[in-house]
């Protein structure tokens, strides 16, 4: 089996990705992207077939890539789908050796995710409930208790139809990445706010094609991500002193005030649907770095 167009080859990648894998079009588009950078530079180096590429192919564009100033990051990942894409032309006879497999990822950055404190955490929630005064509001104020309590992504709060929260045992159940499923709970708060928008604002907007979904846009339809990174947005914004985050930031904060409350690690795993236990210990960090703040701030020996 053997292709001469980079573009064929990455297509059949792709499909392996999206079918056999379960990956989301988020992921395939990024992978691809990175795969059409790696194949501008190679055919800078008149490298034209899959066949030819090298370690030292490889080290070239990440190396070329760093120079650029591109993100930490951004490296990783591109040097993640570098790996990844050589490993399947290995298995699919494309290239005699996996050349990737030698290729280390450039070390991520050791800036800290920013997060609400807590006080900051409840001003917002409360002035958001205080405002709520409409159909809109009401959904706003639900969205912003929903992606606090639980931590989700903002991919998966917009997935979640109606019949995936269990208002008896309050939990949600959450279509993660890969498309596996976990059971997240919520507390009380939260359970008011979705039971206000579900009895009160809901009703308002559902459309004739509205359908299951739990979180409706001012139209009716399902709501998009754009509309619930604006909600958040402009809630932080109310709060004096409150870093600009977004969901993603939300779902920090979440995972960093369980874990100081005195959440197990592996808890706070299962929670965010982190596949991998190192991915959910970043959130040490942040804690750790928060009790060096305060014993900088109180202990007279600092």
């Known amino acids: 089996m053997a292709y001469d167009d980079w573009a064929e080859v990455s297509e059949r990648f792709a499909e392996h990705l999206r079918l056999e894998l379960g990956r989301s079009p988020h ?32 080290r070239g564009w990440l190396g070329e890539q760093e120079q650029a100033d591109l993100a930490r990051a951004t490296l990783a990942r591109r040097a993640a789908s570098a790996r990844a ?21 450039p070390k991520r950055g050791g800036r ?23 159909p809109l509001g009401w959904r706003d104020h639900a969205i912003l208790e929903l992606l606090y309590a639980t931590g989700v992504r903002v991919s998966e709060l917009v997935g979640l139809d109606v019949d995936d929260v269990d208002d008896g045992r309050r939990t949600v159940r959450v279509l993660g990445k890969g498309g596996k499923q976990r059971t997240v709970p919520f507390g009380v708060p939260a359970h008011r706010a979705l039971e ?79 596949a991998s236990l190192a991915t959910t210990q970043i959130y040490t960090h942040v804690s750790v770095e928060r009790l060096r703040s305060a014993f900088a701030q109180a202990h007279p020996r600092a």
């Open 27 to 58: 992921t395939v588009r990024a992978y691809l992207a990175d795969l059409e950078s790696l194949a501008t530079f190679a055919r800078s180096r008149q490298i034209t077939q899959v066949a030819d590429l090298r370690l030292a192919t490889l």
């Open 85 to 105: 894409f050589t490993a399947w032309c290995t298995r699919r006879g494309l290239l005699d050796s996996d050349i990737g497999a030698r290729l280390a990822s």
């Open 112 to 134: 800290l995710p920013a997060v609400l404190s807590d006080d900051q955490a409840a001003q917002m929630l409360g002035d958001v409930e205080a405002a709520a005064d409409d």
């Open 196 to 274: 206000r928008w579900r009895e009160q604002g809901r009703p308002e907007l559902v459309r004739e094609g509205s359908g299951a979904a739990l979180f409706l846009g001012a139209r009716g339809g399902r709501i998009d991500p754009r509309t619930v990174r604006e909600v958040v947005h402009r809630a932080v914004a109310g709060v004096p002193g409150a870093p600009d985050i977004g969901p993603h930031g939300l779902r920090h904060s979440a995972a960093t005030h369980v874990l100081e409350g005195g959440a197990d690690l592996r808890a706070v795993q299962e929670l965010l649907g982190h």
